[in-house]
């Protein structure tokens, strides 16, 4: 599938994602050379593994593979310097800005994401981000597109009853009242086109690394399904951006209504409490449970997260819809 847009990057990339390249997980994976366009657009190597998550509990690999903790992703020697483009944003050492008047719509609260409050981040602090997450050639304000949550750990929510799951497997249930249609890769390979009608769900095995779900069938805006099965953890994460609407002039302006199944909810995770299922409420800009920002602005924080694959994963379209 082709993208029109119009810069391209060429750097080496270490396992990374195509819109949160920059949390690159460093285990045996071979380096590879990809050419990816960014920013008001997709990437051209349209399903690499997801990156990096920040699980809440600490989650151990092999040996030169990577552990995490909560929001603190550790590299683990022996690994290669860091690129330029690869390198995280460190904000510098500075007082909190003051609470802005709610008239500013510096600072404010949400409740968008249902049974929690998202208080996000000042205008200032997102504008210092950007300027230097990829180089600052993100686009940034976009129209109709609030500041990103704060960049702190996001707690598990409780909209949705949690999944159920079956070891080593992908299940997709459509809850939705209309069908949707999914190609399922494999990296750049299609392993299958189909249609997920309506009350229906589907089984696949964890071997491939993205399921691209869309209500038409040319997909021309599609949620994404990221999963990949590495050092013996299975990482998953979701992603609307490349279903977000674009204005006129071909920037992102907030505009859901495309994203399969979102107007009724979604849920991406599976049934033991001890990891993370990541849900978005109907209708919500849930940027603290899916991906909504290209880059996710190189915040520290990603909602992205890994189990172990026995335990298998779930994703739910109109979730709040399920019996």
């Given at each position: ?5 119009p ?7 270490v396992s990374?994602?195509r ?6 997980i460093?285990?045996?994976t071979a380096?590879?050379t990809?050419?990816?366009t960014?920013y008001?657009?997709?990437?051209a190597d349209?399903?690499l593994?997801?990156?990096q998550?920040?699980p809440?509990v ?17 590299e683990v020697?022996p690994?290669?310097?860091?690129t ?10 500075q007082p ?5 008047s709610p008239a500013?719509?510096?600072r ?6 249902g ?5 996000r981040?000042?205008t200032?602090?997102v ?15 976009l129209p ?5 949550v ?22 997709v249930?459509n809850y939705c009242?209309y069908?949707?249609?999914f190609?399922n ?8 086109h189909?249609?997920?009608a ?12 993205v399921?691209?779900?869309s ?6 805006k ?7 099965v590495?050092?013996g953890?299975?990482w998953?994460d979701l992603s609307l ?7 006129a ?5 907030g ?6 199944g979102?107007?009724a909810?979604l ?25 909504l920002y ?5 915040k520290a924080?990603n909602?992205?997260f890994a ?6 994963l ?10």
């Amino acid at each position: 599938m082709q993208f029109l847009l119009p810069l391209l990057i060429s750097s080496s990339l270490v396992s990374a994602s195509r819109h949160h390249a920059r949390d690159v997980i460093r285990t045996r994976t071979a380096v590879t050379t990809t050419t990816v366009t960014v920013y008001s657009t997709v990437y051209a190597d349209d399903a690499l593994p997801p990156t990096q998550p920040t699980p809440e509990v600490v989650l151990e690999a092999e040996a030169n593979s990577v552990v995490v903790a909560e929001g603190k992703p550790t590299e683990v020697a022996p690994a290669p310097a860091p690129t330029e483009e690869e390198q995280p944003y460190t904000p510098s050492s500075q007082p909190s800005p003051p609470e802005a008047s709610p008239a500013s719509n510096d600072r404010f609260t949400t409740q968008s994401a249902g049974d929690s409050t998202l208080e996000r981040m000042a205008t200032s602090d997102v504008t210092a981000k950007v300027k230097t997450c990829w180089g600052g050639k993100i686009p940034w304000p976009l129209p109709n597109t609030p500041n990103p949550v704060v960049d702190e750990p996001a707690p598990q929510l409780s909209i949705f009853a949690r999944p159920a799951t079956k070891a080593n497997t992908l299940t997709v249930h459509n809850y939705c009242s209309y069908d949707l249609y999914f190609n399922n890769f494999d990296g750049q390979i299609l392993l299958e086109h189909g249609k997920l009608a309506a009350k229906s769900s589907i089984e696949r095995s964890l071997g491939g690394d993205v399921m691209k779900v869309s209500k038409t069938n040319d997909m021309a805006k599609d949620v994404l399904i990221e999963y990949n099965v590495d050092g013996g953890l299975l990482w998953y994460d979701l992603s609307l951006i490349t279903c977000i609407g674009r204005d006129a002039n071909g920037l992102e302006n907030g505009d859901l209504k495309d994203c399969a199944g979102h107007e009724a909810g979604l849920q991406l995770g599976n049934s033991n409490a001890n990891y993370k299922s990541f849900q978005c409420a109907p209708g919500a800009w849930c940027d603290d449970q899916v991906y909504l920002y290209q880059e996710n602005l190189c915040k520290a924080q990603n909602p992205v997260f890994a189990c172990n694959p026995n335990e298998g994963l779930t994703m739910e379209f109109c979730a709040s819809q399920k019996a």
